[in-house]
């Protein structure tokens, strides 16, 4: 019988509809009584693991870190969730493994989680500089884009050369949810919106094919993969920049990508400092739930709240007032979310750490 890791692995996200469904996947989960917004722990592949969301931000995701490290001697520490891509070529619920973080004043190189076991992960930290390392401002303040219902993320172009794999929904198409086409290409002025619950686990499985299903198949002499996960789950590789508020335009996301990242959120930095000071191996992987190539029309950083939460009574307020472009790009992220942290969920579960 394989014995049981007592040091969990920590997962941070604003929102805990980006981890619902990869909590999902756990067993005995349980509510865990700490100064955050929502915690569960549980058992993943006799590993003791932990999720968290504290809302949206580095302030937020840091005091995430810090109330799991005040009771917990870490393993490992991932900031997950969804984001908005940078690049052009990236589409919605494409996933992101960041080669690095940077909030374009330090970078903290991540690891990827693909092909690492916690045991590994704890080793290459100590042999690879893990020493965040400072940047020259170049490009304009730049802005992010929210993550959940109505919770966005941000873009990233990847690095040239770098390897990639991209993740593309190619399974049977629902009549509920065409993922393929109506989460890739924005609506057209006026068009109609389904609305889809903000709850990730309700989302149709149809629409969605496996990371194990795409992986490339082990050579004969490769190690065995465990029974239950595909040895290297696809994803794209490429920086990630955290950004303090969202990216609404595409002018921003264009000036965000000259830096060379491929993907923006609002968290991740925030997390990789405490990861650093806490000598932690970190991990950074997300989902595209927003294209580079689209300006929003709701001014979500006006919506959140000191908690870094949005207020979703005056969200639907202004979603009534502006039928057309505001509702119907409101339930247009919901839905992209929800397919996203689905997506998410069934990338972290074919992994192996």
């Known amino acids: 019988m394989i014995a049981r890791t007592k040091v969990p692995l920590l997962f941070v996200a604003s929102d805990s509809r980006e981890l619902a469904p990869w909590v999902a996947h756990w067993t005995n989960v349980r509510p865990l009584a700490l100064p955050v917004h929502w915690a569960r722990s549980g058992t993943w592949k006799n590993r003791d693991v932990i999720a968290i969301a504290n809302g949206v931000g ?26 908005g891509a940078l690049d052009p070529t990236l589409s919605i619920a494409d996933i992101i493994v960041a080669t ?12 990827d989680p693909r092909h690492l076991s916690a045991a590994t992960a704890q080793s290459d930290s100590r042999t690879r500089n893990f ?59 006026g068009s109609p919106e ?27 002499t490769s190690a065995t993969p465990h029974p239950q996960t595909a040895p290297h789950p696809p994803a794209r590789l490429g920086l990630v920049r955290t950004v303090p508020h969202i990216a609404r335009t595409t002018k921003e996301k264009q000036n965000l990508s000259a830096t060379g990242a491929i993907l923006v959120e609002m ?34 950083d006006s919506f959140l709240t000191p908690d870094g939460r949005f ?24 839905k992209r979310t929800a397919i996203g942290a689905k997506q998410l969920g069934i990338f972290l579960a074919a992994c192996e750490f």
């Not at 580095?58 to 870490?74: D, P």
Request: aromatic fraction near 4%; proline fraction near 13%.
């Open 100 to 111: 690095a973080v940077t909030d374009n004043t330090q970078t903290w190189p991540a690891l």
């Open 311 to 334: 207020s979703v009574p005056r969200l639907m307020l202004h979603a009534i007032a502006h039928p057309v472009k505001g509702l119907g790009e409101m339930l247009r992220l919901q």
């Open 267 to 300: 968290e991740s930095a925030g997390v990789a400092q405490l990861a650093h000071e806490l000598a932690v191996p970190f991990h950074c992987v997300r989902v595209v739930s927003d294209l580079a190539t689209e300006t929003f029309f709701t001014d979500f």
């Open 131 to 189: 020493a965040p390392s400072p940047q020259n401002r170049t490009t304009p303040h730049a802005t992010r884009n929210p993550q959940t219902a109505v919770t966005i993320a941000l873009h990233t172009r990847p690095t040239p050369g770098a390897p990639e794999v991209p993740l593309t929904p190619d399974a049977a198409r629902s009549p509920q949810t065409d993922v393929t086409t109506a989460l890739h290409t924005p609506p057209a002025p």
């Open 194 to 220: 389904t609305p889809l619950t903000p709850d990730a686990a309700h989302i149709p499985q149809s629409g969605l094919t496996p990371p194990a299903a795409r992986a490339p198949q082990a050579s004969p």
């Open 58 to 83: 580095t302030a937020r995701a840091a005091a995430a870190v810090q109330a799991a490290a005040a009771n917990h001697k870490l393993s490992g520490i991932f900031s997950v969730g969804t984001g």
